[in-house]
Structures are given as structure tokens and as C-alpha cells.
């Protein structure tokens, strides 16, 4: 769709983000603390509240950054833990709700400091659902609680109980990370969950190879389990087309951007679908287009929308870019000319209008 020398794409959907943790908008916060992921989480625990992190200010600039690039939904993950407990969730809430509905907001309550090894997390997640979280999180169930078992089966007796889906942050690669896809698959069953589960970053389905790789998406595929994605450099590739043939939903995301975990990231998720271009060594402009389409209508089930996409019938989430076609638009990351949500006019020119 053409509209004055641009090209219309649909509105862009963030499948993964961490809009509680940023300090954007803030002086610049050097980066400190182990690079491991338990490093990660002792350093933001040691100096979120020197930031004042979490906060409505720093979410409300991230939200309307994410607008500003043309991200009309979002699906986040909330920090959820004894320090905190559930003031991350009242924080995105306030600032989802101060946009007024231009940027849809899905609300993952998020573990990140572990479940089983902090009694008193399960409850809180629980207390979460009833707080209006639409989804509740897990991490790396073996190396973080090293409890595999209990954290899964904390985590699907929730979401059976409550009717909500489940976002499992895994990390662990290798056979590490595929007994925890089994495991997660076989309760995916169990519960009746199927279509309701989704394991990000995810990055033992790179590693693996041949038949155990070919057969594990076909597992997962059949449990109905859907991939989030930030396409880091140097994690192995996604086996994309056999997901996608299979049928698996694949969703991309910004993760956390400039925060305690890492000064990278603008929230650009047309960016994220360039870098998931690159790390996939896509070049056609069918493949080109795929990507584009990654984060943008192959999306829509991130954020519980049944239809996302530039047909009758959609919300009028539109995005114009100065392009030739899309894949021109994927490889050059212009800025957007304009961003329309729900029919009314965000951004033009990279300026926000609201
Ligand atoms: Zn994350």
C-alpha cells in the first residue's frame, strides 16, 4: 500500500519486552555487575532502587518510544519478586493507562529472581493474575531454581487454576535447555494448555541438530507452543521455516533496553527484525518480507489480538516509512513518517503528536 512516496506496514508488535526495568530517559547509567545471568539479577537487585527503577516516569518513555517507532502492542514481562512484589505491575498499568489505549499492553508477571528458591513467589504470581496480568512468567527452571520439576509444575498449576498463559524465559542451551522443552511440553499437555505457552529466547532449538532438532519443533508444534525472539548476535539461528511450516507462532522483541542488564536497545523492533534477518542469513526478498512480517502481523496471537494486519476489519494500526518496498524498508530502518493507532495520529516525522 502506497501513501505519498511511502509504503503503509502494519503496526509493529513487540512480543517480548521488559518496560518495568528501563532507566531510559534518565543520565546515563554505566554497566556494572557480572555478565552471567545470576550476575545480572544480583546487580539490578543491588541498584534498582538507586534509580528509582521501577518507575511511571521511565515506563511512560519507554511506551512512548516503542509508539514513536510504530509499536502499537506490546506483551511485557513485569518483574515479580519479594523485593518488589507487585508495585512493577501497578507502575506499567499507570503508564499503559496514560496513553490511553494508543499501545496495547499485555502484562507478563515475571519471576526474575526465581520462583521455588524464593518461597513466596507462587503466591505472589498468583496475587498478580488477580492484578490483571494476562500471563505468568517462568526462568530457566533447572539452572536459576534448580528445581526444574517443582518450578513447571508451580507455574502450569497457576495458569490451569487461573485460565491464563504461560512466558517462560529459557536460557539454558544445549540438552540443558531441550529436557526443559520436554518437560514444559509434557505439561503443556497435561493441563490442556495448548496455544496458551510461550518459550522465549529459547536458545537450545539453535543448538540442537538433524532428527533430535527436526523432532523437537514438531513437539513442540504439536503442543501448540509459540517462540519469542530478540535475535541476539552470537546465539545459534532459529530452525524458522521448519517453526513456521510447522505451524508454531514466532514472535520478535526488544527485550529489556537500556537498563541494568545492558545499555543496548532503542526500542525499534523493526531493528529486531533486521537482526533477525542477519542472524538467519536471510537475503530474498520473499525471506526479507517474512522477517518484516515477524513482527508485525505473524504477531497478533502475542498480544491477544485475532486479526493484526492491514485488511477490513482490523484496528487501524499504521505505520508509514519512506521506502521502495518492505524489504527495503527492513534493510534500511528509515525513520517513520508516520504512526496512526486505533485511527488517531501518534507520530509524524519521528515527532510524537500526543
Ligand atoms: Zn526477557
Not at 514513536?68 to 511485557?76: I, L, M, P, S
Not at 513437539?219 to 541476539?232: C, F, N, Q, R, Y
Not at 511450516?245 to 526488544?254: A, F, H, I, S
Request: proline fraction near 5%; hydrophobic fraction near 45%.
Amino acid at each position: 500500500m502506497a501513501g505519498g512516496g511511502a509504503i503503509a506496514l502494519p503496526g509493529f508488535v513487540n512480543a517480548h519486552a521488559h518496560v518495568d526495568k528501563s532507566w531510559w530517559g534518565m543520565p546515563w547509567v554505566p554497566y556494572g555487575g557480572e555478565r552471567t545471568t545470576q550476575g545480572r539479577i544480583d546487580h539490578e537487585r543491588a541498584e534498582r532502587d538507586r534509580y528509582g527503577i521501577p518507575s511511571v516516569n521511565a515506563t511512560s518513555a519507554v511506551l512512548r518510544e516503542y509508539l514513536r517507532h510504530g509499536t502499537t502492542a506490546t506483551r511485557t514481562h513485569v518483574d515479580v519478586d519479594l523485593g518488589v512484589g507487585l508495585r512493577g505491575i501497578e507502575v506499567v498499568r499507570d503508564a499503559a493507562a496514560a496513553l490511553d489505549g494508543l499501545l496495547d499492553v499485555e502484562i507478563v508477571a515475571f519471576p526474575q529472581d526465581g520462583v521455588i528458591r524464593r518461597p513466596g513467589v507462587l503466591r505472589l504470581l498468583e496475587d498478580a493474575v488477580l492484578a490483571g496480568a494476562s500471563y505468568i512468567g517462568g526462568i530457566d527452571p533447572c539452572t536459576i531454581d534448580r528445581d526444574p520439576v517443582a518450578q513447571v509444575d508451580g507455574l502450569f498449576d497457576i495458569a490451569e487454576r487461573r485460565g491464563v498463559g504461560l512466558d517462560i524465559h529459557l536460557h539454558d542451551g544445549g540438552e540443558l535447555g531441550a529436557f526443559q522443552y520436554e518437560l514444559i511440553i509434557d505439561r503443556t499437555r497435561r493441563t490442556g494448555l495448548q496455544g496458551k505457552v510461550t518459550i522465549s529466547h529459547g536458545f537450545a532449538l539453535g543448538d540442537l541438530v538433524g532428527e533430535r532438532r527436526a523432532g523437537m519443533v514438531d513437539e513442540l508444534a504439536d503442543a501448540g507452543i509459540s517462540w519469542a525472539t530478540v535475535a541476539p548476535v552470537r546465539t545459534s539461528p532459529l530452525p524458522w521455516r521448519r517453526m513456521r511450516d510447522r505451524g508454531m507462532g514466532l514472535g520478535l522483541g526488544t527485550d529489556g533496553i537500556r537498563d541494568l542488564w545492558s545499555p543496548f536497545g532503542d526500542g525499534d523492533i523493526l531493528r529486531i527484525a533486521l537482526g533477525f534477518a542477519r542472524l538467519h542469513g536471510l537475503r530474498t526478498d520473499e525471506d526479507l518480507t517474512a522477517a518484516v512480517r515477524l513482527a508485525t502481523s505473524d504477531a497478533a496471537a502475542f498480544v491477544d489480538r485475532h486479526r493484526h494486519d492491514l485488511v477490513p476489519g482490523a484496528r487501524a494500526d499504521i505505520v508509514l516509512v519512506d521506502a521502495e518496498n518492505v524489504p527495503d524498508a527492513l534493510v534500511r530502518v528509515p525513520p517513520r513518517r508516520l504512526v496512526m493507532s486505533g485511527a488517531r495520529l501518534v507520530a509524524r516525522d519521528g515527532e510524537m503528536l500526543v
